[in-house]
Nanobody
Framework: QVQLVESGGGLVQPGGSLRVSCAASGSIVSINAMGWYRQAPGKERELVALITRGGVVTSADSVKGRFTISMDNAKNTVYLQMNSLKPEDTAVYYC?????????WGQGTQVTVSS
């Protein structure tokens, strides 16, 4: 069993910054990719950013230039640095892991952008 431990969510003012982290532990086997999805009320869950173990990044157009994803392979941890946050970024952010056995989701962490 793989465990994903998320941290760093919270309340931020528009234009502010936040960094969320997700550390994988347990029966990881190996990591093919880790990333972040988000879901706002009444909307479908959408990809925010994904990074492969080799460092290939995929991200949503809405966050390009503002969000940066990175992976620390030694720590089995993925980070999402969120800058210039907007109210429309408000959502539950879910950590995602893909390994040879399948996929794993984190419990979700709330990010609220409001003044």
């Amino acid at each position: 069993q793989v465990q994903l431990v998320e941290s760093g969510g919270g309340l931020v003012q528009p234009g502010g910054s936040l960094r969320v982290s997700c550390a994988a532990s347990g029966s990881i086997v190996s990591i093919n990719a880790m990333g972040w999805y988000r879901q706002a009320p009444g909307k479908e869950r959408e990809l925010v950013a994904l990074i492969t173990r080799g460092g290939v990044v995929t991200s949503a157009d809405s966050v390009k230039g503002r969000f940066t994803i990175s992976m620390d392979n030694a720590k089995n941890t993925v980070y999402l640095q969120m800058n210039s946050l907007k109210p429309e970024d408000t959502a539950v952010y879910y950590c995602y892991l893909r390994n040879p056995r399948g996929t794993k989701w984190g419990q979700g962490t709330q990010v609220t952008v409001s003044s």
